[in-house]
């Protein structure tokens, strides 16, 4: 119906499988990330292959950081604002280009969501929020949405509040937990249903030059110490070069800035 009514539409962040649909419509489509799922029955931070995640864990915990859920409606909003503030000056961009990638607004209530705050002294050092994906009415997995770290936080209080997420998760029987989105990062075996092989290039180009941007190499770097399983999300748009639309999305995004 969608097609219908605008058939110039691009999708941004969709599944494989619906850009395989929409391939199949005409639409051109190429990955532009990967998601990180976590299977929280078989994650333990203390296997080998998450050694530098174990250690980060503990680094952050033997600096005194503490890990507290709490409704959002809990914390003072001055407290929140401040350290978004903080978190935003340590980007290599303002939030006018990261406004494109990162969703404003972000305090916001939302029914659902799950919020965990690190703490150092007292002090609100760092957060993190989880939306949920409903079935049946029930909550089968969560997807990491907001993360904010300050920049005097020790080292490690990021991957600490991730794991206390997955953890606390774990308990209440939740399989599967995902990282989000790693921004254009390249897939080790690209699959066969991309067909946009200008706009993919440029998408390279935007991961491997556009730390100026947002740091996507980091981004990345983070997720995979998790050793999650990847999944490609897709865009797809009905011209095989899509710049004018992109800008189009781009300005919206930034509301016009």
Not at 14 to 21: C, M, P, R, Y
Not at 105 to 110: C, D, G, Q
Not at 172 to 179: M, P, Y
Request: charged content about 15%; hydrophobic content about 35%; aromatic content about 12%.
């Amino acid at each position: 119906q969608l097609l219908i009514e605008d058939p110039k539409t691009i999708f941004f962040h969709i599944s494989k499988e619906l850009a395989g649909i929409l391939k199949q419509l005409g639409h051109y489509v190429t990955p532009m990330g990967i998601t990180h799922r976590i299977d929280t029955e078989t994650y333990s931070p203390k296997a080998n292959s998450h050694a530098t995640l174990h250690y980060q864990i503990n680094r952050a915990r033997k600096e005194g950081v503490n890990i507290i859920e709490r409704p959002l409606s809990q914390v003072s909003s001055e407290s929140l604002e401040a350290l978004s503030y903080r978190w935003l000056q340590t980007k290599p961009t303002n939030t006018r280009y990261l406004g494109f990638l990162l969703r404003q607004n972000i305090f916001k209530p939302i029914p659902g969501t799950r919020w965990l705050f690190a703490y150092k002294n007292s002090k609100l050092i760092g957060f993190h929020s989880y939306f949920p994906t409903i079935k049946e009415n029930s909550v089968v997995s969560y997807t990491a949405e907001f993360t904010r770290i300050c920049p005097s936080a020790p080292k490690g209080t990021n991957a600490l509040l991730t794991h206390t997420a997955i953890t606390t998760f774990q308990k209440e029987n939740i399989k599967t937990v995902s990282l989000g989105l790693a921004p254009f990062a390249p897939l080790s075996s690209p699959p066969h249903i991309s067909n946009a092989p200008l706009t993919e290039f440029i998408f390279k180009l935007i991961y491997q030059h556009g730390n100026w941007i947002m740091n996507f190499k980091g981004l990345a770097m983070h997720k995979n110490h998790y050793r999650a399983h990847k999944e490609p999300i897709y865009f797809a748009s009905p011209n095989p070069l899509p710049i004018w639309r992109l800008f189009k999305a781009y300005r919206l995004m930034t509301n016009g800035h």
